[in-house]
T-cell receptor
Framework: DAGVIQSPRHEVTEMGQEVTLRCKPISGHDYLFWYRQTMMRGLELLIYFNNNVPIDDSGMPEDRFSAKMPNASFSTLKIQPSEPRDSAVYFC??????????FGQGTRLTVV | AQKITQTQPGMFVQEKEAVTLDCTYDTSDPSYGLFWYKQPSSGEMIFLIYQGSYDQQNATEGRYSLNFQKARKSANLVISASQLGDSAMYFCAMREVNRDDKIIFGKGTRLHILP
């Protein structure tokens, strides 16, 4: 089992650019979560999917953020346009219902 | 309202001593799960231990045990015989099965193990 795979591990981009973060969940997991971690706000749940369907996106900061899950093995989190305050570590995680949530290694995003 | 409360922002403990990290939670869902994760300085989130709300026994995983006091809504993590490698951030988390089945985290406790 390869675990949850995120790419890229690090991303540095200029303000105003589009950023796309990618995630491959663990095979067989039907829940996928996107979290953002900052020193100020801790771990925030941005959005989560069940069986590829977005269930709750109330944590998405604003319209600049969007997430998709076109199939059971792939999800993206997109920020367009990016701003310096979006700098954070973004985690993708997956689980089965009521199960243990496993995290990817995270993507460290820096917007300059 | 805070669903997961970790009251200790930071702790310093001597190596080989036992450590208790506090966690209280708030839920009206009778079916829930409680989790602890470790985040070392390298940044990954490592699952440590799980306790289900209907579990009769306290969960244990090696040097980790979860002191589950349901009536008090408390789920403290106990690390026995602490090691230098235990220095990390520790997060308590909860999943409410009947509500929305998403996992939410406390703010964490930073543990420093002193040689």
């Amino acid at each position: 089992d390869a675990g949850v795979i995120q790419s890229p591990r690090h991303e540095v981009t200029e303000m105003g650019q589009e950023v796309t973060l990618r995630c491959k969940p663990i095979s067989g997991h039907d829940y996928l979560f996107w979290y953002r971690q900052t020193m100020m706000r801790g771990l925030e749940l941005l959005i989560y999917f069940n069986n590829n369907v977005p269930i709750d996106d109330s944590g998405m900061p604003e319209d600049r953020f969007s997430a998709k899950m076109p199939n059971a093995s792939f999800s993206t989190l997109k920020i367009q346009p990016s701003e310096p305050r979006d700098s954070a570590v973004y985690f993708c995680a997956s689980s089965v219902s009521q199960g243990i949530t496993r995290f990817g290694q995270g993507t460290r995003l820096t917007v300059v | 309202a805070q669903k997961i409360t970790q009251t200790q922002p930071g702790m310093f403990v001597q190596e080989k001593e036992a450590v208790t990290l506090d966690c209280t939670y708030d839920t009206s869902d009778p079916s829930y799960g409680l989790f602890w994760y470790k985040q070392p300085s390298s940044g990954e989130m490592i699952f440590l231990i799980y306790q289900g709300s209907y579990d009769q026994q306290n969960a244990t995983e090696g040097r980790y045990s979860l002191n589950f006091q349901k009536a008090r809504k408390s789920a403290n993590l106990v690390i026995s015989a602490s090691q230098l490698g235990d220095s990390a951030m520790y997060f308590c988390a909860m999943r409410e099965v009947n509500r929305d089945d998403k996992i939410i985290f406390g703010k964490g406790t930073r543990l420093h193990i002193l040689p």
